[in-house]
């Protein structure tokens, strides 16, 4: 069982960054490809970000490329998701996930884990 805790979210102006921290618990992290995920009110889960479980690999939905960037560090049992340049679309509530030997490249339907959601709110 692995359990993830996001940590971060906030308010921000357009143009503003913000830095997501998600902690998971076990000694199996570096095991697990860890992904971001976003879901806007009445809207679908959606991929953001993805992170192989070695930490070599990272893929980004099309519209954070460039402006967010996915690290992780096993030792931390730690992922981070750095988000730069913020947009009022970027306004949602973010979910950080496990998928054991998993890729970067994360569907909703792939995690095994989930964390409860952290907001973030773009403001103009």
């Known amino acids: 069982q692995v359990q993830l805790v996001e940590s971060g979210g906030g308010l921000v102006q357009a143009g503003g960054s913000l830095r997501l921290s998600c902690a998971a618990s076990g000694r199996t992290f570096s095991t697990y490809a860890m992904g971001w995920f976003r879901q806007a009110p009445g809207k679908e889960r959606d991929f953001v970000a993805g992170i192989s479980f070695g930490g070599g690999a990272t893929n980004y939905a099309n519209s954070v490329k460039g402006r967010f960037t996915i690290s992780r560090d096993n030792a931390k049992n730690t992922v981070y998701l750095q988000m730069n340049s913020l947009k009022l679309e970027d306004t949602a509530v973010y979910y950080c996930?496990?998928?054991?030997?998993?890729?970067?490249?994360?569907?909703?339907?792939?995690?095994?884990?989930w964390g409860q959601g952290t907001q973030v709110t773009v403001s103009s």
């Open positions: 996930a496990a998928r054991m030997w998993g890729s970067e490249y994360l569907k909703p339907s792939d995690p095994d884990y």
